[in-house]
């Protein structure tokens, strides 16, 4: 299994930004895309941004020029850096990862368990 730990949220004033993190470990797992989903109350989960392992990256229209996503492959840990933070970004920020257990030859997916933006002054 590969487990993710998210961490970096926080209370911002609108405008302010904020950097999440998210640490994917377990045993002999090559992941292939890492991503950020978020949660409002009373809403689905969508999709913030997307990247592969070989740079691709997919911005939701709301996110693009705003948020920019990033992988470090060494450390198996992928970033959301958060500007102009709005009060309607304000949500449970998940983190998402799909790749190959290597000795099993199986792919996976895990989610992480959120981490908790609120944007307000």
């Known amino acids: 299994q590969v487990q993710l730990v998210e961490s970096g949220g926080g209370l911002v004033q609108p405008g302010g930004s904020l950097r999440l993190s998210c640490a994917a470990s377990g045993s002999d797992f090559k992941i292939n895309v890492m991503s950020w989903y978020r949660q409002a109350p009373g809403k689905q989960r969508e999709l913030v941004a997307a990247?592969?392992?070989?740079?691709?990256?997919k911005y939701e229209g709301f996110a693009e020029g705003r948020f920019t996503i990033s992988i470090d492959i060494a450390k198996n840990t992928v970033y959301l850096q958060m500007n102009r933070l709005e009060p309607e970004d304000t949500a449970v920020y998940y983190c998402?990862?799909?790749?190959?257990?290597?000795?099993?030859?199986?792919?996976?997916?895990?989610w992480g368990q959120g981490t908790q933006v609120t944007v307000s002054s």
């Open positions: 998402n990862a799909m790749g190959i257990l290597q000795t099993m030859g199986v792919g996976f997916g895990s």
């Open positions: 990247s592969t392992t070989g740079g691709s990256t």
